[in-house]
């Protein structure tokens, strides 16, 4: 089974940005449709972004035009560089890799914006 590990997390200022990997241990970048989620406390996970096989990738409103989802398929890493950061997007952040029916989950990094 292929896991996931998600790092880059930590505390910025507000309007500050971060990036988080997530690496895989095996090569499925090109056959894993992969995406970002987070989960606030008391909320609902909810997807960031995604990124198709072929590269093609979507976002969430909130943060489109701030954050970027890219992958390495050589590193088997995914990234999601985060810009213009907000208070709201304090959460903990989770990549996700999916095939039919089978979903891989990392661990979690946790994001803080905080002044």
């Known amino acids: 089974q292929v896991e996931l590990v998600e790092s880059g997390g930590g505390l910025v200022q507000p309007g500050g940005s971060l990036r988080l990997a997530c690496l895989a241990s095996g090569s499925i970048f090109t056959t894993y449709v992969m995406g970002w989620y987070r989960q606030a406390p008391g909320q609902q996970r909810e997807l960031v972004a995604g990124i198709g096989s072929s590269g093609e990738t979507h976002y969430a409103d909130s943060v489109q035009g701030r954050f970027t989802i890219s992958k390495d398929n050589a590193r088997n890493t995914m990234y999601l560089q985060m810009n213009s950061l907000k208070p709201e997007d304090t959460a903990v952040y989770y990549c996700?890799?999916?095939?039919?029916?089978?979903?891989?989950w990392g661990q979690g990094t946790q994001v803080t914006v905080s002044s």
């Open positions: 996700k890799a999916q095939k039919l029916w089978n979903a891989i």
